[in-house]
């Protein structure tokens, strides 16, 4: 979990705050694969107060391992991806507007209008991160780029044998 303080710029509008964090990412699935992730991705931006919104901006870097989608051979690849994600704090009380929305209402279209919702002075920058990598994800993950793949009848590695089936 990387948790970053923001009290200092809960309540004041153009407010900053800088941050350079290391998130460990779990692994996760994609397509029946299993992605991972060997070391924590190193976070480094800025959150603003944007009148009572805030705008997290951050660069991500870090190294995927995956399998390759023709041969199965383990693959390491760096990723690195700009991240701008808008966020509100709502730390459990009405809206400003008098609405008598419930908490689960507001939530819901805060979140459905792409915005990461908060509501204590912690922010984990955790879930950010990983559904912001999920979504960057490649669909294939290849060893080289002439990966020759296993052959469809025998099932050898073509890239290390030949194999003496009909193509």
Do not use: W
């Not at 029946?32 to 976070?43: N, R, S």
């Not at 919104?53 to 023709?70: D, N, P, Q, Y």
């Not at 808008?86 to 689960?104: F, Q, T, V, W, Y």
Request: proline share 5%; net charge negative.
């Amino acid at each position: 979990m990387a948790e970053l303080d923001v009290t200092k710029i809960l309540r004041s509008y153009g407010a900053k705050l800088t941050f350079e964090e290391s998130v460990l990412l779990e692994p996760m699935r994609m397509l029946g694969e299993v992605i991972e992730f060997p070391q924590p991705f190193a976070v480094q931006g800025s959150i603003v107060n944007r009148d009572g919104t805030f705008l997290l901006e951050a660069t991500a870097s870090g190294t995927i391992e995956a399998k390759c989608s023709l041969c199965g051979t383990p693959v390491s690849v760096p990723m690195e991806l700009e991240i701008e994600e808008n966020l509100i704090h709502h730390p459990n009380r009405r809206m400003k507007n008098g609405n008598d929305k419930s908490e689960a209402d507001f939530m819901y279209e805060a979140e459905r209008d792409g915005a990461f919702v908060f509501t204590t002075h912690m922010l984990d920058i955790s879930k950010i991160v990983g559904d912001n990598v999920f979504l960057n994800l490649p669909s294939q993950f290849f060893c080289s780029a002439d990966c020759k793949g296993l052959c469809p009848i025998c099932g050898k590695n073509r890239n290390k044998e030949e194999c003496k089936c009909s193509n």
